[in-house]
């Protein structure tokens, strides 16, 4: 898909069907101008391995 953005979705495919977990990373950067993806990547990770 091309969105004008760089950005990650999870899935988990179950039998015949792909289904989206709603976690969604987008590339950017926080107030400081520091890049927030590695962080929010491992918080993602976490958060649907637990």
Known sequence: ML???NWTNF???EGDSI???DTVIYE???ENGAD???KD???AL???TH
Do not use: E, N
Request: hydrophobic share 25%; glycine share 10%.
């Open 41 to 43: 990547y491992q918080t």
């Open 19 to 21: 289904i989206a977990l």
């Open 36 to 38: 927030t993806y590695d």
């Open 11 to 13: 899935y988990k495919i």
């Open 28 to 30: 950017g950067t926080d």
């Open 46 to 48: 976490k958060k649907l």
């Open 3 to 5: 969105s004008g953005r």
